[in-house]
């Protein structure tokens, strides 16, 4: 049988990026792991997957892995991956994101890319605070936890990013953590599998800051709070809403049949075409 530890190291580049640099605990290394397996699970060449990031911590997963990878700017990741689709519609783009990068500076590609519907897989690792650049709250910082930019705690009120990918038009969309790791796997390879823009919420455990910051404790402190907080979808609606305070639902959330971008495009492009051709 093969381990798990097995099909991860035939994806990694051992002798270029390693050591990592995340922090030892964090939840980055474990979502790197669903999405090495959920690749692998569906047979997909190394060299048909493209993976794109932009900055933060999250981003810098792309360096680690043996495939075409774009590590970009701030807030742009899913604007190149756009780009890759629409040039090389066969490949498997995949955008690693964190929620800094994607619902702030990106916000903006994120929501027209739901709109499109084109084929990219958005993974996006949700620590609710931005790890790399010192701690300042972020668009999914629940309101009154702390950042360095929020000493008093936050007065915002945070996104709920499934929500808002569901409001855009995104075709698949599904929340997992980093605890829950079967289920992770099971939803990136849904992901994908999906015709369509995919977004997968990944909560992640950021300790160094969030935790510090919040009090929250230890990397195995803050798992356990994934641990007792989340409720799968299918127990959801079953719930009282009062008891449903201070839970999230992870499991899939969402998954319509909906016309992709590219599809669109090229018939587009062969009615122009053949418009052309008859004259």
Known sequence: ????????????????????????????????????????????????????SGIGCSSRLPVYVDFNTLHTTHGRAIAFATGVKVAKPRLKVIVVTGDGDCLAI??????????????????????????????????????EKFGSTAPYGN???????????????????????????????????????????????????????????????????????????ALPVQAWDKVPEEKRAGKFVTGLLHDVEKDEYCDNYEKLVERLQAKMESK
């Open 1 to 52: 049988m093969e381990l798990k530890s097995d099909v991860i190291h035939q994806y990694l580049r051992p002798k270029k990026k390693f050591p990592h640099v995340w922090c030892s605990g964090c939840g980055l290394g474990v979502i790197l792991g669903s999405m090495i397996r959920s690749i692998h699970s569906l047979d997909i060449p190394k060299d048909d997957v493209v993976v794109c």
């Open 106 to 143: 990106g916000g903006n590609h994120f929501i027209h890319a739901c709109r499109r519907n084109i084929d990219i897989t958005v993974i996006l690792a949700n620590n609710w605070i931005y790890g790399m650049t010192g701690g300042q709250f972020s668009p999914t910082t629940p309101t």
């Open 155 to 229: 007065i915002e009120q945070p996104f709920n990013p499934c929500d808002l990918a569901i409001s855009a038009g995104a075709s698949y969309v599904a929340r997992s953590t980093v605890y829950h790791v079967d289920q992770l796997d099971k939803m990136i390879t849904g992901a994908l599998n999906k015709r369509g823009f995919s977004v997968v919420e990944v909560l992640s455990n950021c300790h160094t800051y969030f935790g510090r910051l919040n009090k929250e404790g230890d990397p195995v402190t803050m798992l356990n709070y994934f641990k007792k907080h």
